[in-house]
């Protein structure tokens, strides 16, 4: 198992070491009142990036398919808020577990957990990302 080397905490903020997922968060967060903030995801990603968003999803492969996965998202979605812990792992995989509290533009309210696990590209793009959901955590 891979161990972490760096762990960047944030919660919407900048941060002077924040990773590709911490930019990647926060663009989507815009998404819900910037519907034209999804076009700075092309960015993030490497041409032939492959994403899942969940288990039960197949996987999404090429920047065009990937931004129309993410432009749905801004139809459906009026408010997001992530709160989030990002690590960079020994083998240079970022890990991200994260929480969202979001509002759809039917008003329907929803939350959800997940981890990331992305790989980066020399340039600092995601080449590889996949996310599996998890049951939302209490403050135990």
Request: hydrophobic share 40%; glycine share 6%.
């Amino acid at each position: 198992m891979a161990q972490a080397t760096e762990t960047v905490k944030t919660a919407g903020s900048t941060n002077p070491t924040e990773t590709v997922i911490d930019r990647y968060i926060t663009i989507f967060d815009r998404m819900a009142h910037d519907p034209a903030a999804v076009e700075e995801l092309q960015l993030l990603f490497a041409p032939d990036a492959t994403v899942q968003l969940a288990q039960d999803l197949e996987p999404v492969t090429g920047l065009p398919a990937i931004m129309d996965v993410y432009r749905n998202f801004t139809s459906v979605m009026a408010d997001s808020q992530h709160f989030w812990t990002s690590t960079v792992l020994d083998d240079g995989r970022i890990e991200c577990h994260w929480v969202q509290a979001g509002r759809g533009t039917d008003g329907s309210l929803a939350t959800q957990a997940g981890i990331e696990y992305a790989t980066v590209n020399a340039d600092g793009q995601i080449t590889d990302l996949r996310n599996r959901m998890v049951d939302p955590t209490g403050w135990a």
